[in-house]
């Protein structure tokens, strides 16, 4: 699998209280290429490594079990050939899963939602229940929405801070997603953030 070594995230120092005001849902991008960095930030903002001793992530997660994967589906990034990649946040990089455009595949899984086939590249969340499930049960089906609402918190906010915009996609065709991006066994997608520069 070809393996893509990412850029550091790039420093992030506006106030918090400023990107939390300014916060939005968008929904209308401008037709420009994301730079690799600023997608590589937004992914460090996700699941990335904070504490490489316990392998701790940038969201909280029940019992570090860290049930999510990231999937990104990429139409305009510089750097980036059209494809799906898959993030590995161990050591920061993307691995290409599949290879050309699956934008106008998205957007029709999305139920025609256009902002999700026009964006620059979206972020799909997945999720492998059991390794949550098993230490919690069926509690643990809750904590693993959970843990997927920060990471979109993450996500909204480090975008804003970027310059960018996203917004939550909670309606899509379960399977749809997961033959688009090729899941196997108890992987499920449970959350879909289009990012681009907003008009």
Known sequence: MKEILLPQPIPMEEPLSSV???RRSRRKWAEKPV????????????????????????????????????????????GLDKAIYHYNPYNHSLEVVKTGSYGASLEKACLGQEWVG?????????????????????????????????????IYLAAEALGLGTVAIGAFYDEMVSEILGLT????PVYIFPVGYPV
């Open 20 to 22: 939390i005001a300014r």
């Open 118 to 154: 026009r964006a620059p590249f979206n972020i799909v969340l997945t999720a492998v229940f059991f390794r949550t499930t098993r230490y919690y049960g069926e509690r643990g089906v809750m904590y693993v929405y959970l843990e997927a609402g920060h990471a979109g918190q993450n």
């Open 35 to 78: 730079e690799l960095e600023k997608l590589a930030t937004i992914l460090w903002a996700v699941q990335g490594i904070t504490d490489k001793r316990h392998e701790f992530r940038a969201v909280p997660s029940a019992g570090a079990t860290y049930p999510l994967e990231v999937y990104v589906v990429v139409e305009n990034v510089t």
């Open 185 to 188: 066994g108890s992987e499920k």
